[in-house]
């Protein structure tokens, strides 16, 4: 439950599955996911390595949100682009090559709360897990992912069933609402990257 509540917080990776879900279908959820989950499995052993201090840093938080938030400018820049030009029964068909795995894995490093929400909270979680020993951790791990693999998976199937309603226009709303999205998300990583700088600026 503590795991399901940061998943329904929206973020990158929920914008990008909802727009590949109306293209890829309901598999593009649980590909996402399964990207994630492969980044924070390493990530928990690299905290278990003793990792957070690293990951607490300024610098390392600064660096984060602005490569973070021209990531996601730069995938909203090619969404807007090619907009004018998408249809869903063309794009469904041809099935675009990204992975979606890979995908997964970048949009989660392109979030820099993610990586303080591990280095702080989800350090936390691990290390009263770690009384338990691999039984605990494992525990942990699993709980925390299939509560990821549990929201997107719903999310991903209703967009999917729901692609018999959309028309081309529809769908490029749809697209074009999940762009803005990654412009408000990268504007604010941009934000918290250059508050850290210069916090009596902003």
């Known amino acids: 439950m503590l795991a399901l509540s940061g998943a329904l917080m929206p973020g990158p990776v929920l914008t990008v599955t909802i727009s590949e879900s109306s293209r890829r279908g309901a598999v593009a959820g649980?590909?996402?996911?399964?990207?994630h989950a492969i980044l924070e499995l390493l990530l928990v052993i690299g905290l278990l390595a003793g990792l957070a201090p690293l990951l607490a840093r300024d610098d390392v938080f600064i660096f984060i949100s602005l490569a973070g938030g021209a990531i996601l400018l730069w995938m909203a820049y090619s969404m807007f682009k090619n907009l004018p030009a998408l249809q869903l029964a063309r794009e469904a068909d041809e099935g675009k090559p990204r992975n979606l795995v890979l995908a997964g894995i970048l949009l989660s490093i392109a979030n820099p709360y993610w990586l303080i929400w591990w280095a702080t909270i989800g350090l936390g979680y691990i290390m009263y897990s770690v009384k338990y020993g691999i039984p605990g951790i494992t525990a942990f791990f699993l709980g925390h992912i299939l509560a990821d693999l549990t929201w997107y998976s719903i999310i991903s199937f209703g967009i999917a069933k729901g692609r018999?309603?959309?028309?081309?226009r529809s769908y490029r709303r749809l697209i074009g609402a999940c762009a803005t999205f990654l412009v408000i998300f990268s504007g604010y990583f941009f934000y918290s990257g250059v508050n850290k700088i210069y916090p009596s600026l902003l």
């Open 30 to 35: 649980p590909l996402m996911i399964f990207g």
């Open 164 to 168: 018999r309603f959309f028309n081309d």
